[in-house]
């Protein structure tokens, strides 16, 4: 074990972590290419990862049970010696073996065998066997249990609970364990090793990280299982709670490299345009957004350039806030760059902007890859001599044609929509030497806490958490698609006397027979077929945006009565006249979507309804998942419930996450040793950032393999 003390350099200790991290798995015996391929889907590349493949099951198979102290539905070892067996073929091949000992019968049934498999059990010999215990009219059952080898009971399973991993397709239980085995042999005879410079910072987990690993691998029966499988036996809560303060050290690292940067001085302006536009405006900010305002207002206060996340549930308001923060940029005679996600939602943010700001002699800009090159140019001069103060549109953006004149604050709207390296791209549009854009990201896709510290570590989060008044409730009602020829009847009655407009969305562009769900344009001719004196139309991303725009104008202006579309609505739209959101095979949708599409209704005076059609059967976890977004408008409560039911990666529609990444933490299911992590992550940072910069290192060599692949 390397011993680490004031003269141990960096250097030495990445040594040491490149060469653990570097052992190859056709190292061990028994990994011939075909086994690396297999564990290489698991997403073991190396020993490490070998090592941090936890068990999520644990099986005491030490303990001989008779016949007579079985436990119905549980999984047991017995044995018994063999006094019948035969193989019957009824509509699948079945071979069966009665046996006794001292305390009774029991009878073992096999399904689906192979010709011989009978002759390795000879009758009036003992074999011992694994399996769930059943009762049947003919007496005591185990249905196709395992068959244990004398050798592994007297050996692997010997006083050891025995471990369950996670498998892929040619690789079974014993092989895995094998391997892990001979992992932990080369930890044992320090042929390789973990540095553990952790230890003395967390003194009441007793264990090092070589024995919480063979706790964790190989724990004896004495062992509680239920802490085991629940991932809270203290053998993992002291790798949790190292991975995590090593997680938060890496948010304070980034956090304060972003001090090292100066951001754009505003000056002192020569008019409040803030004061004006409010003025203007019909309404008045909610609290919310005047206590997000004022928090924008204090980062561009600072010398170091701000980065904030502003969540907000749909409807809340976000970008009149990110319109506040503009114009204190502008005031300052700098400039800001709005990218949205698609260029529908760009034409919708600068005909906003474009109304706010014009009262104020703000020039708003819009630029699209559309565009043609006259435009285009004229777009890029006026933005190089900064007569354009506001540019809003889509990646064309950061294109190498793109010039600013001083570009202090870029707004990335939906940022979920884009990578790290398309914000990058943008930002570097306004890095002047030392000097760095602020940066705002916004998302009306609420996230729970703990995946917005995962995923946006690097940033400051804001949220706001309250919708303006005067918001029309949105009443949600789940049924069965079989009930649609009903649905269509009576939306035609309430557009013939209310004149209500239709979003109806469907899942797919294209038809899928694996799915079953309706492509747009044939849920467009079926509707139309019913509804032949209704204006109706459709939209979907694989439409010109110019045939997207032309079809939403004459949706806004109340000329379309029927709007058949993906989610490409999802985002954005504003058509205050539409009431109703029809959903087709809604099950199929993560919550957060389904919530973001109710969004897009109730934004007018009329009562509005979410109508949720399901494809039957239906399971039992999309039952509950639609349940929770019929019983709550509260998007953070139904992104935390869809955190419950589905997992991180589908909350976020990308791998953005820590969790991806992270060895034995769960940010949603640790989340209680947070606040511990912080505070031991805080004292390292503070007290000893050379040993802060190791457990970095050392974690982030642990999860290089993943990252990579």
Request: include cysteine; charged fraction near 25%; glycine fraction near 4%.
């Amino acid at each position: 074990m390397v011993e680490f003390s004031k003269t141990t350099s960096i250097k030495d200790i990445e040594m040491t972590i490149n060469s653990i991290s570097s052992f190859h798995l056709t190292d061990l015996n028994g990994v011939g290419d075909q086994t690396v391929k297999q564990l290489n889907r698991l997403g073991i590349f190396n020993i490490v990862d070998l090592l941090f493949y936890l068990p999520y099951k644990y099986t005491n198979k030490s303990h001989i049970t008779t016949i007579q102290n079985l436990e119905l539905g549980n999984k047991q070892v017995i044995e018994i010696t063999v006094e019948h067996k035969e193989t019957q073929n009824f509509r699948r091949k079945i071979s069966t073996i009665t046996g006794y000992d001292e305390t009774g019968v029991i009878t073992l049934k096999f399904f689906n065998t192979y010709g011989s498999f009978l002759k390795q059990f000879e009758v009036g010999k003992k074999y011992k066997f694994y399996g769930d215990i059943k009762h049947s009219s003919k007496g005591m059952e185990l249905i196709h249990p395992e068959i244990i080898k004398e050798k592994d009971f007297i050996g692997i399973y010997k006083e050891k609970l025995f471990p369950a991993y996670h498998l892929t397709e040619g690789l079974n239980q014993k092989k895995l364990y094998q391997l892990i085995i001979q992992a932990l042999d080369l930890l044992r005879l320090k042929t390789i090793c973990f540095e553990d410079n952790f230890q003395k910072y967390i003194p009441s987990y007793c264990y090092n990280i070589e024995q919480a690993l063979n706790i964790l691998h190989c724990p004896s029966i004495s062992e509680p299982i239920v802490k085991l499988e629940n991932f809270q036996h203290n053998a993992h809560l002291r790798l949790i709670i190292e991975e995590l303060s090593a997680f938060y050290l890496s948010i304070l690292k980034l956090k304060n490299k972003n001090l090292t940067h100066q951001s754009y001085q505003l000056k002192n302006p020569l008019r409040d345009l803030e004061s004006s536009f409010l003025k203007n405006l019909p309404f008045s900010l909610t609290n919310a957004q005047e206590k997000v305002a004022l928090e924008i207002k204090n980062d561009f206060k600072n010398n170091f350039p701000m980065k904030r996340l502003v969540q907000g549930d749909v409807g809340s308001g976000k970008t009149l806030v990110s319109a506040l923060a503009a114009l204190h940029i502008i005031q300052s005679g700098h400039q800001v760059a709005l990218m949205a996600p698609t260029e529908l939602l760009a034409e919708q943010h600068f005909h906003n902007f474009k109304e706010w700001f014009s009262p104020l002699n703000i020039q708003v800009g819009l630029l699209l890859g559309k565009h043609a090159p006259k435009k285009k140019k004229s777009i890029l001069n006026e933005l190089f001599n900064n007569k354009i103060q506001l540019v809003i549109g889509t990646h064309a953006l950061f294109q190498e044609s793109v010039n600013y004149s001083s570009l202090a604050l870029i707004i990335i709207d939906e940022q979920h929509r884009f990578g790290v390296a398309q914000r990058d791209a943008l930002l570097k549009k306004g890095i002047s030497g030392n000097i760095v854009p602020h940066q705002l990201v916004m998302t009306a896709t609420p996230i729970p806490r703990t995946l917005a510290l995962s995923a946006f570590k690097e940033l400051d989060v804001s949220v706001i958490d309250e919708l303006p008044p005067g918001r029309t409730p949105i009443e949600t009602v789940v049924f069965s698609n079989t009930k649609r020829l009903e649905l269509i009847k009576k939306i035609r009655k309430m557009i013939e006397v209310e004149s209500v407009q239709v979003y109806w969305v469907c899942t797919l562009i294209d038809d899928s027979e694996t799915l079953e769900a309706e492509s747009v344009e044939a849920l467009f001719r079926n509707i139309s077929s019913i509804m032949q004196d209704i204006s109706i139309d459709f939209i979907h991303s694989q439409m010109s945006s110019e045939k997207k725009i032309e079809v939403m104008n004459k949706f806004n202006q109340n000329e379309i009565k029927i709007l058949v579309s993906t989610t490409v609505i999802e985002v954005g739209v504003n058509v205050p006249n539409a009431s109703i959101m029809v959903i087709e095979n809604s099950e199929r949708l993560g919550l957060s979507q389904i919530h973001q599409l109710r969004g897009r209704v109730g934004r007018g005076t009329k009562k509005s309804y979410c109508l949720l059609m399901y494809q039957e059967p239906i399971s039992e976890i999309s039952k509950k998942r639609l349940e929770v977004i019929r019983s709550s408008t509260d998007g953070f409560f139904i992104a935390e419930e869809d955190l419950k039911l589905r997992g991180p990666g589908e909350i976020l529609g990308y791998k953005q996450t820590g969790d991806i990444n992270m060895k034995v933490a769960c940010l949603f299911r640790d989340a209680n040793l947070l606040v511990k992590a912080q505070e031991i992550a805080k004292n390292i940072y503070q007290e000893d950032k050379e040993n802060a910069h190791i457990i970095m290192e050392k974690w982030s060599k642990y999860q290089s393999s993943d990252i990579k692949n």
